[in-house]
């Protein structure tokens, strides 16, 4: 069973800057995709970024997207989020997640039902 362990989360202003990681240990698919994931108490869960295992496909949810970046070393067992120009609504605990990658992964990376393995997760505050 895979094991992915955030770290880096904390509190922050508004305007300023967080990187996040995840520790991969223990992963069994030879193709895999990974993503964050963000959800505020009595929230759903948001999608924020995904990836392949090759790195050849990302996605960003729009409301992310220029300001988040997702990354990862050689073997994507750290995976990162670099989040600037945090705002206030960013607050909530993120969560990386893994997924076996299939044909029919692309056609909705953002589903958090193709997610099996989750993260217990890391708050992020962002105060005003």
């Known amino acids: 069973q895979v094991q992915l362990v955030e770290s880096g989360g904390g509190l922050v202003q508004a305007g300023g800057s967080l990187r996040l990681s995840c520790a991969v240990s223990g992963r069994t698919y030879s193709s895999y995709a990974m993503a964050w994931f963000r959800q505020a108490p009595k929230k759903e869960r948001e999608f924020l970024a995904s990836?392949?295992?090759?790195?050849?496909?990302?996605l960003y949810a729009d409301s992310v997207k220029g300001r988040f970046t997702i990354s990862g070393d050689n073997a994507w067992n750290m995976v990162y989020l670099q989040m600037n120009s945090l705002k206030s609504e960013d607050t909530a605990v993120y969560y990386c997640?893994?997924?076996?990658?299939?044909?029919?992964?692309?056609?909705?990376?953002?589903?958090?039902?193709?997610?099996?393995?989750w993260g217990q997760g890391t708050q992020v505050t962002v105060s005003s």
């Open positions: 990836t392949t295992w090759s790195g050849g496909s990302t």
């Open positions: 997640a893994e997924a076996q990658y299939s044909d029919s992964y692309l056609q909705s990376p953002w589903d958090a039902k193709r997610y099996g393995s």
